[in-house]
């Protein structure tokens, strides 16, 4: 279907001028698409660039935007080496392009917008690792590799972690990732090398995705999610670092693991890499000690990013601060690793997903997880419209009339409105979330419900220890409530 039959909505154009020499490189547009494209170059400094170097291949991409995300993708995989960094820089510049006015028109939902963005970041750490570790191969440093061992990346994997790994990657996305390789391949001779190998491989894929060129970059990438990562190198063996998390894993790493998906190289590998994992992941038991380990984890970035205190809109942390899009998927991460060793339904990547299954099995009210995600769905779209003023890795609300009136034209509304609507939706999700982390004194409920049955839960495994039977009594008056139905 093409672009003009699919758009619901449009963006504004605040600078009329801007927009109109978007629209001289694109004169024979049908109607609907001018609107979006005045309107998003017009709001837009960056896509208005894209526009002007993509006019041509642009025109025709419209005619069928599904096909033409395809054939970028296809495209980004089939460049050889010496090409690779500009062939790549070319294929982030059109996918941005096509996603972002697809986003603005209503073409794709986010969730469409989301996986397009998390798609082309998958083929492009493919094919790095693919082509880099071929280069390794043919110069004879990975001891007992031949080349067709290239197309799994010789034992090597990257694990997509946060929002690439739930395929829920924004316009100026980190890519989050942890490299490992699979050191049963290579015997005790052979280690060594290789493992230096793959780290000079982690290195270059890192230059070749993150490096401002003339050509701009592909995606910043952030290594810091790996074991220790502070002493380990860059790429590790699964080995060390199954080992690590069977010893010292902490709980912030299990939240993590819940997103964590191979994305590239030898994703057979990886899959079983993370099958070793579902036990630290995922405990037998009702893991109520997770409430406290998250709440602190909310506090300490609140202490850091100085975003305590009540909503100040301008320059409010859509991401981070009260009522942001952290607080969703803490409270949705949190509740499935409470609950997730014991329903395998649970364990699902995305937030979405994750809160239709709580919903489905009692944790979360229905009508409150309607409302978390909703509200989810909108804090993304004001948080892409944020980044794609400049391509700028920005969660801040303006600051300034003028930044908040181009803001509303990007929304396709006016400042006032669009204001009062983030207004609401945070302190809605604040007051949904807010609880669940730091509950107010049990109540007496507890005797309605049965002093006999409640009493008889002190002696469950889950709650063993002095501080997770503190913190389950805090969260008792909520469970009380969820099992008598109210």
Known sequence: MSFESRITRSPRPFDPDRGEDALSKLPALPPRTR?????????????????????????????????????????ATEVPLDKLSDGLRQAKRRVALLTGLADLG???????????????????????????????IARGKIPG??????????GMVALAMGKMGAGELNYSSDIDLIMLFDESRFDDDSYDEARASFVRVTRRMTGLLSDLTGEGYVFRTDLRLRPDAAVTPVCISMGAAEGYYESVGRTWERAAYIKARPCAGDREAGAKFLASMRPFVWRKHLDFAAIQDAHDMRLRIRDHKG??????????????GRGGIREIEFFTQTRQLIAGGRDPSLRVRGTREGLGRLAQAGWVPEDHAERLYEHYRHHREVEHRVQMVADQQTHLLPATPEAWDRLAALMGTDTGALRQDISVRVEDVHELTEGFFAPSAPSSRGDDFGREITQRWQNYPALRTARAAEIFKRVLPQVIALACGR
């Open 145 to 154: 590799l031949a080349p067709e061992d290239a197309e799994t990346a010789g």
């Open 106 to 136: 209503g073409v794709w939902p986010l969730e469409a917008v989301t996986q397009a963005l998390t798609d082309f970041a998958d083929a492009a750490v493919d094919t790095c690792l693919r082509r880099l570790v071929g280069a390794e």
């Open 35 to 75: 609107e979006v494209v005045e309107g998003a170059a017009g709001s837009s400094p960056f896509l208005a660039g894209l526009v002007a170097r993509e006019a041509d291949w642009l025109a025709g991409a419209l005619d069928d935007p599904d096909a033409a995300l395809a054939a970028v993708i296809t495209g």
């Open 307 to 320: 975003l305590h205190g009540p909503l100040v809109l301008d320059g409010h942390n859509m991401k981070l």
